[in-house]
């Protein structure tokens, strides 16, 4: 239990959560009765049940299989990367963006056991690549899924109306991948002996990670939950006392956080004109308020006084890009790269990415309009 304690005492982003929200408690209208219903429980779960899942296919030891197995298949940097950075991006559009870096991240990690290679910035682009990617259908991520629910728009209809902006961010993101990564012959280390894994961990943690995604289909996130939470208590216990529990606080703190934020008189004051915002002014508003409370919570704060449009859909789906609190995957990326200089690094690519993003973004919808 040491090491649970130990990571949430060594947390900074938590910690520093924890001070904002106590100074944004001071002067907002919000009661203590009111905080439980901030939080999103049900993305709360989910991602618990993300993470334990994560755990015991990584403990299982079969990324290193699949580890292996990509070393022996590509042999140069660039190759490489662009096929972990499409692979992102596609699992994204109908597996949500979450998903796709739990599955991906792990796997891109334990390539450190057989070669030399940039990880840090490997895992940085599968950040830019779920976000790119996640945009184009109605189940990519929470946003879309949101907008999608209230406009009654139908799935082939709502596709189309995101394909220009997908097709466009993902081919940038495709040329920046093959210029940020060169052409050089992959480093291997020395042979190893073919990689050990449980069969038995593994199969139940995919059987498991199966039913999970369909019980988030047929809500019943819950029950799935605790049956995850039973098998790996009776099989591997490792699992629940190794996953990143103090994330699941941060994500916490955060709606919290954001409640709180809304709930500043000043901020209460002026939220009224949002409706009276026209195109440009709701585009650059989405994608600022995606810089600082996420794109998410600004999606469903923006849809109190705004219909689910097209410009509203583009817009917080661009704020993905830039400073790290603009998506969600973005915290799981680097929380998950474990290694500290990937959090200033990442700035280096999503910002730019964010400025090209708005950039033609408008100009498509102008375009289109």
């Avoid at 596609?90 to 991240?105: E, K």
């Amino acid at each position: 239990m040491s090491i649970v304690f130990r990571s949430f005492l060594q947390d900074r982003i938590l910690h520093l959560l924890l001070v904002l929200g106590a100074l944004l408690f001071i002067w907002s209208d919000v009661s203590i009765s009111d905080l439980p219903q901030a939080v999103d429980w049900h993305t709360i779960i989910t991602l618990t049940g993300l993470l334990l899942l994560t755990k015991g296919l990584e403990n299982s030891g079969y990324f290193d299989v699949l580890g292996a197995r990509l070393m022996g298949r590509f042999h140069h940097e660039r190759a490489l990367a662009l096929f972990m950075v499409l692979a992102a991006a596609l699992l994204s559009t109908f597996l949500t963006n979450d998903v796709a870096l739990f599955i991906l991240v792990p796997l891109t990690l334990t390539l450190r056991k057989y070669s030399r290679l940039p990880l840090g910035r490997l895992i940085i682009f599968e950040a830019l690549a779920v976000n790119a990617g996640s945009l184009l259908t109605p189940v990519g991520n929470p946003q879309n899924i949101l907008l999608w629910s209230q406009s009654g728009a139908g799935v082939a209809s709502f596709i189309w109306q995101m394909l220009p902006l997908f097709s466009v961010l993902l081919l940038t993101l495709m040329a920046l991948t093959w210029w940020s990564f060169p052409a050089r012959t992959i480093e291997k280390h020395t042979a190893q002996a073919s990689p050990e894994w449980q069969k038995p961990l593994f199969m139940t943690s995919l059987a498991l990670y199966l039913l999970f995604i369909a019980a988030l289909e047929w809500h019943l996130t819950g029950a799935a939950l605790l049956l995850i939470f039973a098998c790996y208590l009776v099989m591997a216990r490792q699992v629940l006392l190794h996953i990143d529990w103090s994330l699941l606080l941060v994500f916490i703190v955060m709606f919290i956080d954001v409640r709180l934020l809304t709930g500043l008189p000043l901020l209460q004051a002026h939220f009224s004109a949002v409706s009276q915002l026209g195109q440009g002014g709701v585009y650059l508003l989405a994608i600022a308020l995606s810089q600082v409370i996420s794109n998410v919570p600004t999606t469903i704060l923006l849809l109190q006084k705004l219909p689910p449009s097209e410009v509203l859909a583009w817009a917080v789906n661009i704020g993905g890009f830039g400073l790290l609190p603009g998506s969600l995957a973005n915290l799981i990326a680097l929380r998950m790269a474990q290694d500290r200089r990937v959090w200033w690094q990442f700035h280096l690519f999503s910002v730019p990415m964010l400025a090209w993003a708005m950039l033609v973004g408008w100009g498509l919808l102008q375009l289109f309009s």
